[in-house]
Structures are given as structure tokens and as C-alpha cells.
């Protein structure tokens, strides 16, 4: 019973209990429903999991006491609520596997399906490496008893245990999430370290998330030979993405260069810093479409206006896939997909190799457009209790309903009015409420001119309150409507969302294009501001700089020379 006392403490709310237990009372403390997700939160960063219980089973069809069952795990890693999470940081979980020639390596985020893997050979490259993933959680293997290893490391360490998991099962798990029969085509059959690592990582997403993660269908082999290597060190003394003082991304790198105007195009370019290119055929393609972007301002603003419009499209993607979405994100997927043709077009025409690639790669959407168009209500609510999602003419059976249910709201209206001119009372009223339903009120200076087939129904402080055989045989038309009304609507969003999921690849594609996109506009409107000049790239290993300038320095010591 210890939950109660120290979730009380963390969220400042009121211990209070409830009945015994061998002669103790039993802890209790509680918050209201709506609000939720800002306790759950709370929680969570407080190094807490939370795990999230909910009906499922109707409860009018049960008999006794409502089936309840845990229908997922909150972690630091897993915490998708849009509104309490940094949109321009990833949610990492990582893990880990040893073996006698080195280590696994494997992370994925969960709000946007990313999932990568490798191996490593040296223990401090290992250290080096998580660090710079920065995951909000490190899965390790109780065989492998790292955990002493990893005291001096700052995160948030979950070892899953030899009864749990079994890491020879890895490589199984991971073509069983990816859905495929052989590993060979994502190049890492053969990385038996690093599929024990992965397929932990997905052991722990089906137990947290209480089943597949739908959206996480392919994974990305990497080694750091492909990147430049930077180790913890040189990350800080170099102040990347914090400083070293404050430890705030204000005074550091990415805070100059960031000028990114999506979520996707801000963690995008996190990865470029943290991974800088080292072959100089991808540097001079990326060099090439940031020299035109800043040379065409009318054109980088044209691309800028559109990307303003574009929403969290990676993580909409994997709410939608999950089944932890709303109309609402229907709708900001539909807002966002429109604007993709303009980028489409404006970019398609370019001497950039890089940026014509990334046009004529990106798909647009149209199909899952004119599905949201044609079904989903502009404004529609953000939570689908009471309806109100789909349109009218989208379905047959719902058109019926919705108009049996206005007509039995116009005939309330004229049954007010006759029973008013039929008793002579004008203050007469009728109203509904959810524990009475539809009533007629009549005040208290008026009952004597109630007639004998109105039958009382509630007494108030001024009033009385009666019904009618007429008026609730209507009322049961009514409500009979409103509820098949409402669970239809239920019912058809749930198939619209599970169509749109099922296109969650072609979204996730669409999703990194437009954060390559953003990022290199970025880039571009940074060297345009600043006069920044494209540099030369050359094969030997000279590094010639003439009248350099510090980009963190001259941008907080505008006024001073800095040299």
C-alpha cells in the first residue's frame, strides 16, 4: 500500500484511507480522471512508472464487477502525451548486450518509430556512445551484470531478468516486430550481440506498451566508422547541444543553429551535430543544397511558409498507430499532408542534387487526405465521448441516426409549446438532464393548473418536475438514437484510424523528407543571417581558416570583437 503515501507526497495531494487490512487502515489517495495526464506526468519525472488501468468490457453487458486490466505501462521513455513532452528531443530507450567480443547496441524511440542497432568493441566507446544517444532509459541483461558498471552513469537503468527474458530469443523478436522471416535484408542477421540488445528492446516495448508497437516495422543497421566520433569530452567542451556551465541549449551550438521550424527538423538536426559527416561526396551534397537555399531568399521563404503549417508528423504518425490518437490528430495530419504539395513543387526544380532527390522521393498523401477530408469534421472534438467526429453523408446508417435525433429535438420543442397553450401555463418549460431525462417543469405558483395525466417526477426547492407517457416514449426514441448515434461514430473513427495506420511507413517516409527539408532551410536561413561562407572541401588534411569567426561567441557578444 506504499504507492498511495509516495504518490501523495510527489503530486502535494491529500493521504487519506479506506477500510482495513490486518487491523491497519489501507492508504488511499486519488485525482480526478480529466485531469490525469498532468499527475501521470508528474510521476513519471519523478523516476516513477505508472501503470495505466482501464475497463475493458462494457459495463451494461456484465454482470458483477467490471473487468479491469492494465492496458499499458507510462515510463520515461514511453511518455507520448503531446502536450508534456519537448517536440524537439527524442524519447530514447536503449539497451544493452555483452558478449566475449564486445557489446549490443540497440534504441528506438517509441514516438516515432526510429530503431537502431549496432555492435561495439571497447567498453569506454560503449559510454561514449550512450551518452551521446542520450536515452531516458538503459535496458541491461541480468546475465550480464552491468549494473555496478553503470553507477556512475545518470540514467534511469531497468534490468530485465534471466526468467524475463531470454537473450538467444532475441533475433526471433525482432523479425516477429519487423514481420518478416529473415534478417538479411536489414543487414544485421549476423549481428548476433547487437539482436540480443534488440530484441530486448522490443521484450520491453510489448510489455510496457501491453502489445506490439505497431509503427516500429523496420530497423536501421549503423557503425560509428560512418560518422565522426566524438566522445563525452569533446561533446561538452564543446558545448553541442548545452553548456557546460548551465547545462541550457541558450549559448551552445544548436541554439544558433537552430532555426528549424518543425519538431521532426529540430531532432533532425540534434543527430546532424551529434553525427557529423566525415565522406566528402554526402558534405558536399548537403553543402550544395544549403549554398542555394541561402542564395534564393524568396524561394527559402516560400519553403519556410509551408513548413510553419507542417504538425509533429512523426509523432502524430505514431499515436495514430498505436491507437492513442483523436480526431484532433486526424485533423493536424490532414492540415500538414496539404501542404506537401507546395514543398513538393517548390523544391523540385533546383541545380541540388540533394533537394531534387528529396522531392521527387516525397509522397504526398493524396489518398489519406481525401479519407480524412471526407469523413472527419473540421471541428471536430478533441475527445470523441459525445460524438460529434464524422461528417454527415459519410455514412448512411449515421445520417439516419443524426436526423432521427434532431427530429425528436424539434418535436421536444413543439410538444413545449403545446403544452403550454394546452394548460395555459407560459412559464412551462422542458429539459433533460442525464439522471432524469426529459422533464416538464412547472413552478410552484403554477400546479394548480397541472393537469391529472402529468405524473410528478422531482420535487425542487421551486418547482416541481413531471412526465408524461407520450413525452417519455419519445425520450426513449431520443436517447435510444443519441447512443447508437455516438458508439457508430466510435465505431467508424476507429476504421478510419486503423486505415490511416496502416499506412504508417509511407507517413514516417514522408515525416524524414520534410525534417531533411526544415533542416537544411534552417542551415540556409542561418548562413544567410549571419554571412556565413560556404567552406572548400578538399582530400588531404590541411584545415586552412581565413577571418574565422566563433558562431556561439559573436551571437552573446554582439557587441564586443571577438577574435
Known amino acids: 500500500f506504499e504507492d498511495a503515501a509516495v504518490a501523495a507526497k510527489i503530486l502535494g495531494i491529500t493521504l487519506t484511507s479506506r477500510g482495513e487490512f490486518q487491523g491497519d487502515p489501507v492508504p488511499m489517495c486519488g485525482v480526478p480522471h480529466h485531469a490525469a495526464k498532468s499527475y501521470i506526468v508528474k510521476l513519471v519525472k519523478s523516476g516513477l512508472k505508472v501503470a495505466i488501468c482501464e475497463q475493458v468490457e462494457d459495463p451494461k453487458a456484465s454482470k458483477g464487477i467490471v473487468k479491469r486490466e492494465v492496458v499499458r505501462v507510462v515510463t520515461s521513455g514511453s511518455l507520448l502525451e503531446e502536450d508534456e513532452i519537448d517536440t524537439k528531443e527524442n524519447l530514447y530507450i536503449a539497451a544493452i548486450a555483452a ?43 541480468e546475465r550480464d551484470g552491468l549494473e555496478a558498471a553503470l553507477s556512475s552513469v545518470s540514467l534511469h537503468i531497468e534490468v530485465l531478468g534471466n526468467d524475463d527474458y531470454v537473450p538467444s530469443t ?9 514481420g518478416v ?42 557503425h560509428l566508422g560512418q560518422s565522426m566520433f566524438l566522445d563525452e569530452a569533446t561533446r561538452t567542451h564543446l558545448e553541442l547541444l548545452k553548456t557546460m556551465r548551465r547545462g541550457t541549449q541558450k549559448g551552445s551550438l544548436i541554439y544558433v543553429l537552430d532555426k528549424t521550424l518543425t519538431p521532426m527538423g529540430a531532432r533532425l538536426l540534434r543527430k546532424w551535430i551529434s553525427y557529423p559527416l566525415l565522406e566528402p561526396d554526402p558534405i558536399e551534397e548537403r553543402l550544395s543544397a544549403v549554398s542555394f537555399l541561402k542564395d534564393s531568399p524568396l524561394l527559402r521563404q516560400d519553403i519556410r511558409d509551408e513548413l510553419k503549417d507542417i504538425y509533429d508528423l512523426e509523432r502524430l504518425n505514431s499515436r495514430i498507430a498505436l491507437g492513442r490518437t483523436n480526431p484532433r490528430d486526424l485533423i493536424a495530419l490532414k492540415i500538414s499532408a496539404k501542404r506537401l504539395p507546395i514543398v513538393k513543387t517548390l523544391i523540385s526544380e533546383t541545380p541540388s542534387t540533394l533537394l531534387s532527390h528529396l522531392s521527387s522521393s516525397l509522397d504526398c498523401l493524396e489518398d489519406i487526405v481525401a ?5 472527419i469534421k473540421d471541428d471536430a472534438p478533441s475527445v470523441m465521448k459525445e460524438g460529434g467526429i464524422i461528417k454527415e453523408g459519410y455514412n448512411k446508417d449515421l445520417d439516419r441516426l443524426i436526423e ?41 405558483p403554477n400546479l394548480h393548473l397541472v393537469p391529472d395525466y402529468y405524473i410528478r417526477k422531482q420535487t425542487l426547492a421551486n418547482a416541481e418536475r413531471f412526465i408524461t407517457p407520450e413525452l417519455k416514449d419519445v425520450e426513449e426514441e431520443i436517447l435510444g438514437a443519441e447512443q447508437k448515434r455516438i458508439a457508430l461514430e466510435h ?34 536561413e542561418v548562413a544567410a543571417l549571419n554571412s556565413y561562407v ?25 557587441d564586443e570583437q571577438f577574435v
Request: proline share 2%.
Open 181 to 222: 522471416s529473415s534478417l538479411e535484408g536489414f543487414g544485421c542477421a549476423s549481428m548476433s550481440r547487437g539482436l540480443e540488445a534488440a530484441g530486448a528492446l522490443v521484450y520491453y516495448l510489448k510489455e510496457i506498451q501491453k502489445g506490439s508497437p505497431a509503427h516500429i516495422k523496420e530497423i536501421s543497421v549503423y
Open 371 to 375: 479519407l480524412i477530408e471526407e469523413a
Open 404 to 444: 432521427l435525433s434532431r427530429g425528436g429535438k424539434a418535436w421536444i420543442a413543439r410538444f413545449g409549446a403545446q403544452e403550454q397553450e394546452r394548460t395555459g401555463i407560459s412559464s412551462l418549460k422542458v429539459g433533460y438532464n442525464k439522471v432524469f431525462g426529459y422533464y416538464i417543469e412547472v413552478s410552484k
Open 491 to 524: 465505431q467508424l473513427f476507429e476504421q478510419i484510424r486503423r486505415k490511416v495506420a496502416s499506412e504508417h511507413q509511407r507517413i514516417k517516409a514522408t515525416a524524414e523528407i520534410i525534417a531533411q527539408i526544415d533542416t537544411l532551410c534552417s542551415l540556409a
Open 99 to 141: 558478449g566475449k567480443e564486445g557489446y549490443g547496441l540497440a534504441y528506438a524511440d517509441l514516438s516515432t518509430g526510429e530503431f537502431k542497432i549496432t555492435e561495439i568493441t571497447e567498453w569506454d566507446t560503449l559510454l561514449d556512445e550512450i551518452g551521446r544517444i542520450g536515452p531516458r532509459e538503459l535496458l541491461v541483461l
Open 534 to 558: 560556404r567552406p572548400r572541401i578538399g582530400n588531404d588534411l590541411q584545415i586552412t581558416i581565413l577571418e574565422g569567426r566563433h558562431p556561439v561567441v559573436e551571437q552573446t557578444a554582439k
Open 170 to 178: 532475441g533475433a526471433d523478436l525482432v523479425k516477429e516486430q519487423l
